[in-house]
């Protein structure tokens, strides 16, 4: 039983660039979760998916920030012109909706930096 | 929001210690997770426990929802034990986790 997996595991781009990142949850979790952790902090949570609609969003989530679950199975974020503080490990998780029981599961996260 | 404080924020032990982490929240929760961060940044799940109490080997963990806190007790700590500790609550209608601050954790040899 493989857990969350998260592609690419590092990225290094400049400001201005789009990036994209991928996360494939644990088969059969229809939630997915995407979260960011800056240095020294806690996760904060950016936005979930049950199956594949976008069911809540963050302030966090600015207009630069998209992200899509088209198949209700993996799901892409895309920052757009990048800036310097979007540097961070984002990371994703993903549960089973039950009732009474939603643990989240962790990947292992995609370190951006922004130079 | 939902509030979370953890304390201590730092803690540093000899092997073999036992220590106490407590997690305060300010509103009643649906889920309430812990999580060791590794050097590498990987989350592992340590006790998913809303309330009541659980063991796992030398980690235990026990909730008590009325009065809104959780301990993480950790005995005879290994130098493996090492890293940062996470709270994590969801409440009300969201299922979003918010994090604490996190308790860092030395275990010296």
């Known amino acids: 039983d493989t857990g969350v997996s998260q592609d690419p595991r590092h990225k290094i781009t400049k400001r201005g660039q789009n990036v994209t990142f991928r996360c494939d949850p644990i088969?059969?979790?229809?939630?997915l979760y995407w979260y960011r952790q800056t240095l020294g902090q806690g996760p904060e949570f950016l936005t979930y998916f049950q199956n594949e609609a976008q069911l809540e969003k963050s302030r966090l989530l600015s207009d630069r920030f998209s992200a899509e679950r088209p198949k209700g199975s993996f799901s892409t974020l895309e920052i757009q012109r990048t800036e310097q503080g979007d540097s961070a490990m984002y990371l994703c998780a993903s549960s089973v909706a039950g009732y009474s029981y939603n643990e989240q599961f962790f990947g292992p996260g995609t370190r951006l930096t922004v130079l | 929001g939902i509030q979370v404080e953890q304390s201590p924020p730092d803690l540093i032990l000899q092997e073999g210690a036992n220590s106490t982490l407590r997690c305060n929240f300010s509103?009643?929760?649906?889920?309430l997770q812990w999580f060791h961060q590794n050097p590498w940044g990987q989350l592992i799940n340590l006790f998913y426990i809303p309330s009541g109490t659980k063991q796992n080997g030398r980690l235990s963990a026990t909730t008590v929802a009325t009065e809104r806190y959780s301990l993480l007790y950790i005995s005879s700590s290994q130098t493996t034990d090492s890293g940062v500790y996470f709270c994590?609550?969801?409440?009300?209608?969201?299922?979003?986790?918010?994090f604490g601050k996190g308790t860092k954790l030395t275990v010296n040899p």
């Open positions: 994590a609550v969801a409440t009300g209608g969201s299922e979003k986790l918010v």
């Open positions: 509103d009643s929760v649906n889920n």
């Open positions: 088969s059969e979790h229809n939630r």
